[in-house]
C-alpha cells in the first residue's frame, strides 16, 4: 500500500511541477502557497526550486529555458541525479505533448489556495 501513495504523490508532484514549468496562469495562482518542501520527492523539490527562482526573476515559468537551467545545474548534480532528472524531464514532457493530461485550469482548482 504504501508503493501506490507514493506512486500517487509523485505522480501529482509531477503535475504540479509541469504547470510550473509550462503555464503562467497556474503559476501564478499558486505562487503565494508553493514551497519546496511540501513536495516530497527531493528531484521535484529541485526543479520546483529552479521554477520559483525563474519566475521571481523573469515574472513568467520557464518552460523551455527549464533545460537550460538543468544544463547549467549539472556540473554540480552527481550522476544519478541527472539521470533521474533526464527521466523525470522525459516524463513531464510527455504529460504535456499529449495535451490530454495536462490541463492547467483543472490543476489549479483541484488545489485550494487561500
Known sequence: MPILAQRKNTKTEELILTG?????EF???IRSVV?????AN???????????DYYN?????PFENIFHIFEAEKDTLPREDIQVLSALFTRIGEVY????????????HSFPTP
Open 42 to 52: 527531493t528531484y521535484t523539490s529541485r526543479v520546483a526550486e529552479w521554477c520559483i
Open 97 to 108: 505533448d499529449t495535451g490530454d493530461n495536462f490541463n492547467p485550469q483543472y490543476l489549479l
Open 20 to 24: 510550473m514549468i509550462v503555464s503562467d
Open 27 to 29: 503559476f501564478s495562482g
Open 35 to 39: 514551497k519546496t518542501d511540501y513536495f
Open 57 to 61: 526573476s523573469n515574472g513568467s515559468v
